[in-house]
């Protein structure tokens, strides 16, 4: 992964934050080039890794329909959630073929131990 700041203001790769020009790490990893805000700066790359710790994953993306309050408590419930790291969230979308509910879209950052982690159980059961 290579590094150096960013020219142009663009979202932070983690948060969506707008990190104006200068002001943030411009990285490529995966042969994409991303910008991180200060309080997310890019992940140390493959080589520096810890044996312990799984590569990154791309976020996952979560669509729920449901009435105003479940999406409003879905999307609560995964900010809550330890190892799990919300990323961006859509306005709430009514859904005209059923009166009364909506739909949320998510991207939601899974941590790769707990990733790891349900893989061994998995393959345990």
């Not at 976020?59 to 729920?64: N, Q, T």
């Not at 009514?94 to 893989?119: C, F, N, Q, T, W």
Request: proline share 12%; aromatic share 2%.
């Amino acid at each position: 992964m290579s590094t150096r700041p960013n020219r142009h203001p663009g979202p932070c790769a983690v948060c969506g934050t707008t990190v104006p020009a200068q002001a943030g790490p411009l990285s490529r990893t995966q042969g994409r080039w991303t910008v991180h805000c200060t309080d997310h700066p890019p992940a140390a790359s493959d080589e520096n890794r810890r044996d312990d710790q799984p590569p990154a994953q791309p976020p996952v993306e979560v669509r729920y329909t449901g009435t105003e309050t479940e999406c409003a408590a879905l999307v609560q419930a995964l900010k809550l959630t330890p190892h799990m790291q919300v990323m961006r969230v859509s306005d709430l979308t009514p859904r005209r073929e059923k009166p009364g509910r909506h739909s949320v879209y998510a991207h939601v950052r899974i941590d790769p131990r707990l990733l790891a982690a349900i893989a061994r159980e998995e393959a345990q059961e």
